[in-house]
C-alpha cells in the first residue's frame, strides 16, 4: 500500500514542509537560524525527535531549538498553529 492510501484509510492529510531544521544533525544554533530565516505566513516548519531512528532518542537539540525558536518568532509577530488548524481553520 502507498503513502496516499494510506493516509486516506486513516483519514490523515499529507503535507510538506516550507522549512527543515535538519535538527538530528545541527547544533541548536544552526536549526533555529535555518527555522527563522524559512519563517513566513503560513509556512510549516519541520522538525524531528527521532522516534524513527532510537528507542530513547536524544531530542535535546530539537528542545533547545524550540525553546529559542518560539519566542524568536513570536517577538516577530508570528502566531503558531497546528497543520491542522493552518489548513483547515473551521476544524
Known amino acids: 500500500m502507498g503513502m496516499r492510501a494510506a493516509q ?3 483519514g ?16 541548536a544554533d544552526a536549526v533555529v537560524a535555518r527555522l527563522a530565516s524559512g519563517a513566513g505566513r503560513g509556512a510549516i516548519l519541520c522538525l524531528h525527535d527521532g522516534r524513527e531512528l532510537r528507542v530513547k532518542p536524544d531530542i535535546g537539540v530539537t528542545v533547545e531549538a524550540v525553546r529559542r525558536l518560539v519566542p524568536l518568532l ?5 502566531q503558531l498553529e497546528t497543520v491542522s488548524r493552518l489548513l483547515c481553520p473551521t476544524t
Open 8 to 10: 486516506r484509510r486513516l
Open 74 to 78: 513570536l517577538d516577530r509577530g508570528y
Open 12 to 27: 490523515l492529510m499529507g503535507v510538506m514542509w516550507t522549512a527543515i531544521g535538519y535538527d538530528w544533525s545541527l547544533k
